[in-house]
Nanobody, 124 residues
């Protein structure tokens, strides 16, 4: 079992930045591929970014590529999502997820563990 707790969400103006954190506890964090997803009101949860167990091979949704950066610190059992140049369409609840595999995936059904989410609101 892995428990995930997100933090760092909030209200920011368009063009601003936020850094989300996801603290993990439980089984060996470094064995898990990690992902960030988001869900806007009335929409399905969508993939944002994923990263391998060693921090290698980060992969991003086209909508955030070049603006968001995923990283992890296995010593701190934490994964981060640095979000720059935020747009109103980035407004959503952001979820951290863990996958017990070295293989990266971008669909929600491939992830076994989820945090409770943190709200990000980008104003015009």
């Amino acid at each position: 079992q892995v428990q995930l707790v997100e933090s760092g969400g909030g209200l920011v103006q368009a063009g601003g930045s936020l850094r989300l954190s996801c603290a993990a506890s439980g089984r060996a964090f470094s064995h898990y591929a990690m992902g960030w997803f988001r869900q806007a009101p009335g929409k399905e949860r969508e993939f944002v970014a994923t990263i391998g167990w060693s921090g290698s091979s980060p992969y991003y949704a086209d909508s955030v590529k070049g603006r968001f950066t995923i990283s992890r610190d296995n010593a701190k059992n934490t994964v981060y999502l640095q979000m720059n140049s935020l747009k109103p369409e980035d407004t959503a609840v952001y979820y951290c997820a863990a996958r017990d595999s070295i293989v990266l995936r971008t669909t929600t059904r491939e992830y076994s563990y989820w945090g409770q989410g943190t709200q990000v609101t980008v104003s015009i």
